[in-house]
């Protein structure tokens, strides 16, 4: 068994050290007050017990409390005030300087909770070490100066998690969707540099990937592109080329009659398509930001999105060849084609391609092909998302939505000033969202006893909390100078606002979002019922909290004039912190805290047998009640060789289903070669990966894509994120 150290470090257990650390309290008392030699043993044993039980690594904090209790038990109190009395001055001298022993820690990779706290930074390099020492420095500067006491202490407890509190010293957003079709048709400045109109698909391609790590390296969340503004651009280079081919052909005397020298300029115009996708997949795949990762980039497929049928056609050409280059992926340092992290793909069903006669159901089947292979694209349908939004639109990264449009019909304006404003048409893309507070449903759950009056009770003051927090955010980001990030603010991306000028009016008028996070429905429905929110008497239940927290956000709304929104929060390390706080404040319960995990969102427990159709059915009434964002999932096996299976599915979520995936493995071992599943395995207390072939247990040396929440990690996870991987059932 493992021991994570206050700095992050991973130790072996020694019951040795709490024989010692009690037996030195002991001595400190009077002998009549001391407790035996053979009763600090039974302490010491346990505990060791108790640690045993978490099935995960415990922190030294969590066995020091039980160390406590047993004392108590005991009834040697003397001797507990005393231990009591020695971790207090020891607070106390740690609390002098609250961020050295981390960041040291960091600098010398072993810091194991830094290693596993994002599924797509490797800590080893640099800039990602240089991006987690600046994270510690803003977050102790956020915990002791920027953020209220109380706020601070119930994220620290676990009641709520105050998302990327390491970015929020700094005055930046969340994640948005990027008005690309505006950086390129009217130009942008980037470091410094005029970047005009591109002539040709291929530049358009390359400056919408030096946008990509530009905008990724000025915001802390996911950004979103649509492949329809590149799409004109096809064009551009079919006259251009045309052009070339006609010289060509007069030089050399030649005549070909319209049919041939059409074909010979769709051909080079093709193999520019796909230069022009290569440079994108390729540059986002090898870009590292100054955050130490990849751009976490969305890349939206949408038909329907083109504004006339020969960009339709066009877009379509760009479309297939983006799925084509996924299928291959990417070689990894043996040369080897694995799954790429990023970047995310959405392709959305529409009626021009969900049926066999639809002209572009070769697309869709394309697609069903590339998510069999690479767990990518994920869906959108068009025709639920119609119902549900009034609009069709991509999220912002990996689920993050807009609320619909508002400030059009408010008479608002082009208050971004973007280039490509409509008058009287929607818009979304320049739209970000402010940040996001998540409320921890179990702890209400438990917090409750099972007191139904209680349980509202304490929700209510929990959601005014969360409000309270989510308002930090809003006031952090009001009064930011549009020259604080020139690229989002005064280029195009976000914004063409004047230099000095502040970025308020975009936090207002629902042109941007605020979201209120949830977490852990099935156990917080599981506690206070007795039962799954799948059984239909515990259903009305699990709604009726989703339409609270809709309530909730409809009277803020209406307050402050600023869009809160539910969002079904993508749990990564925050969900294994929450499991610990929960173990630590109610101990062990059965079927509700006794995993490294809670459950993400409004999910069906990842070890519930529920077959694929089933989940998405029950799973879609709570994605309507999550305006703000959510993503459901099936488990599937290998599907490679039963792509109608995926069909069927990709139909279903058309009908039933706002937004959707299949998750399905691809892993490689680098030692033997081994291209099936990498397994996960319980070695000394600690969950491993291991090749099933050669042994293999060297991350470095193994390719592992597992589907994280909405997007792929390729990086490994914390050891709560890796036992919810681990007991996942498959669903088809």
Same mark, same amino acid.
Not at 319 to 338: D, P, S
Not at 559 to 585: H, M, V, W
């Given at each position: 068994?493992?021991?994570?150290?206050?700095?992050?470090?991973?130790?072996?257990?020694?019951?040795?050290?709490?024989?010692?650390?009690?037996?030195?309290?002991n001595d400190s008392v009077e002998e009549g007050l001391r407790l035996t030699p053979s009763q600090i043993n039974r302490i010491a044993q346990f505990v060791e017990l108790y640690c045993q039980s978490m099935n995960r690594s415990p922190s030294v904090e969590e066995? *020091?409390?039980?160390?406590?209790?047993?004392?108590?038990a005991h009834g040697a109190y003397e001797v507990a005030k005393h231990y009591i009395t020695y971790r207090y001055v020891r607070s106390l001298v740690r609390r002098s300087n609250t961020t050295d022993e981390k960041i040291l820690s960091l600098i010398e990779c072993c810091n194991e909770e830094a290693k596993q706290e994002n599924a797509n930074k490797n800590p080893v390099v640099n800039s990602t070490q240089r991006d987690y020492m600046a994270g510690e420095v803003s977050r102790d500067i956020t915990e002791r100066i920027l953020l209220p006491a109380d706020i601070v202490e119930a994220h620290q407890d676990g009641l709520i998690h105050f998302h990327d509190s390491d970015y929020f010293a700094q005055h930046m957003h969340n994640c948005d969707l990027v008005n690309l079709e505006d950086m390129l048709q009217n130009g942008t400045v980037i470091t410094g540099t005029m970047i005009e109109r591109p002539h040709s698909f291929s530049t358009a391609c390359n400056i919408a990937t030096q946008i990509i790590a530009q905008v990724a390296s000025n915001q802390y969340g996911g950004q979103s592109i649509s492949l329809t503004h590149l799409a004109p651009f096809v064009d551009i280079s079919r006259q251009k080329i045309r052009k070339i081919v006609e010289k060509e052909m007069a030089d050399i005397g030649a005549t070909p009659d319209e049919e041939k020298l059409s074909a010979l300029v769709e051909t080079r115009l093709r193999e520019e398509i796909r230069r022009g996708v290569q440079t994108i997949q390729y540059q986002v795949v090898t870009l590292l930001t100054?955050?130490?990762?990849?751009?976490?980039?969305?890349?939206?497929?949408?038909?329907?999105?083109?504004?006339?049928?020969? @960009?339709?056609?066009?877009?379509?050409?760009?479309?297939?060849?983006?799925?084509? *280059?996924?299928?291959?992926?990417?070689?990894?340092?043996?040369?080897?084609?694995?799954?790429?992290?990023?970047?995310?793909?959405?392709?959305?069903?529409?009626?021009?391609?969900?049926?066999?006669?639809?002209p572009y159901w070769y697309l869709t089947k394309l697609a069903a092909k590339c998510t069999a292979k690479r767990m990518v694209p994920d869906y959108i349908s068009e025709k639920i998302m119609f119902r549900d939004k009034g609009d069709c639109y991509t999220c912002m990264g990996c689920r993050s939505f807009l609320t619909p449009d508002r400030f059009t019909e408010a008479g608002v304006g082009n208050i971004a000033n973007a280039g490509n404003y409509e008058p009287g048409k929607h818009k979304y893309y320049g739209r970000f969202n402010q940040g996001v507070v998540?409320?921890?449903?179990?702890?209400?759950?438990?917090?409750?006893?099972?007191?139904?009056?209680?349980?509202?009770?304490?929700?209510?003051?929990?959601?005014?909390?969360?409000?309270?927090?989510?308002?930090?955010?809003?006031?952090?980001?009001?009064?930011?100078?549009?020259?604080?990030?020139?690229?989002?603010?005064?280029?195009g991306a976000l914004a063409r606002l004047e230099k000095g000028e502040t970025i308020d009016k975009l936090l207002y008028n629902g042109y941007s979002t605020i979201s209120l996070g949830y977490a852990g429905l099935y156990e917080c429905v599981?506690?206070?019922?007795?039962?799954?929110?799948?059984?239909?008497?515990?259903?009305?239940?699990?709604?009726?909290?989703?339409?609270?927290?809709?309530?909730?956000?409809?009277?803020?709304?209406?307050?402050?004039?600023?869009?809160?929104?539910?969002?079904?929060?993508?749990?990564?390390?925050?969900?294994?912190?929450?499991?610990?706080?929960?173990?630590?404040?109610?101990?062990?319960?059965?079927?509700?805290?006794?995993?490294?995990?809670?459950?993400?969102?409004?999910?069906v427990h990842v070890t519930e047998e529920i077959d694929a159709f089933?989940?998405?059915?029950?799973?879609?009434?709570? *994605?309507?009640?999550?305006?703000?964002?959510?993503?459901?999932?099936?488990?599937?096996?290998?599907?490679?060789?039963?792509?109608?299976?995926?069909?069927?599915?990709?139909?279903?979520?058309?009908?039933?289903?706002?937004?959707?995936?299949?998750?399905?493995?691809?892993?490689?071992?680098?030692?033997?070669?081994?291209?099936?599943?990498?397994?996960?395995?319980?070695?000394?207390?600690?969950?491993?990966?291991?090749?099933?072939?050669?042994?293999? @247990?060297?991350?470095?040396?193994?390719?592992?894509?597992?589907?994280?929440?909405?997007?792929?990690?390729?990086?490994?996870?914390?050891?709560?994120?890796?036992?919810?991987?681990?007991?996942?059932?498959?669903?088809?």
């Open positions: 068994m493992k021991v994570i150290k206050r700095n992050g470090s991973e130790v072996v257990f020694d019951i040795e050290k709490i024989v010692a650390a009690v037996a030195k309290a066995i *020091q409390d039980q160390v406590e209790i047993q004392i108590m100054t955050n130490g990762q990849a751009p976490f980039v969305t890349v939206f497929m949408y038909l329907n999105e083109a504004r006339n049928e020969q @960009e339709k056609r066009d877009l379509a050409l760009i479309i297939e060849e983006t799925l084509l *280059q996924r299928i291959q992926g990417v070689k990894n340092e043996k040369g080897v084609w694995v799954t790429p992290a990023f970047p995310k793909l959405i392709y959305v069903l529409e009626p021009d391609n969900i049926t066999e006669d639809a998540t409320i921890n449903l179990v702890d209400v759950a438990l917090s409750s006893a099972g007191n139904l009056q209680k349980f509202w009770e304490i929700f209510d003051e929990r959601l005014e909390l969360c409000h309270r927090a989510l308002l930090c955010r809003h006031e952090r980001l009001k009064g930011t100078l549009s020259d604080a990030a020139p690229i989002l603010w005064q280029y599981k506690f206070m019922t007795g039962k799954s929110h799948t059984d239909p008497e515990a259903t009305p239940f699990a709604l009726e909290v989703m339409q609270h927290m809709n309530d909730a956000c409809k009277k803020w709304k209406a307050e402050s004039n600023i869009d809160f929104s539910l969002y079904g929060t993508p749990l990564e390390s925050t969900t294994y912190k929450f499991a610990k706080c929960l173990q630590k404040r109610f101990g062990i319960i059965p079927g509700i805290t006794d995993k490294g995990y809670i459950t993400n969102s409004y999910h089933e989940k998405l059915k029950f799973e879609s009434q709570f *994605q309507t009640l999550s305006p703000g964002g959510a993503i459901s999932y099936v488990e599937v096996p290998d599907m490679q060789d039963n792509l109608e299976a995926v069909l069927q599915v990709m139909k279903f979520i058309y009908e039933n289903i706002m937004y959707a995936e299949l998750n399905t493995k691809s892993d490689y071992c680098q030692c033997c070669g081994w291209d099936g599943e990498i397994e996960i395995v319980e070695e000394d207390g600690k969950l491993v990966w291991r090749c099933p072939q050669c042994g293999n @247990e060297d991350q470095d040396k193994m390719n592992v894509a597992r589907r994280t929440c909405g997007y792929i990690g390729t990086q490994y996870w914390n050891q709560g994120r890796t036992q919810e991987i681990k007991d996942r059932v498959l669903h088809l």
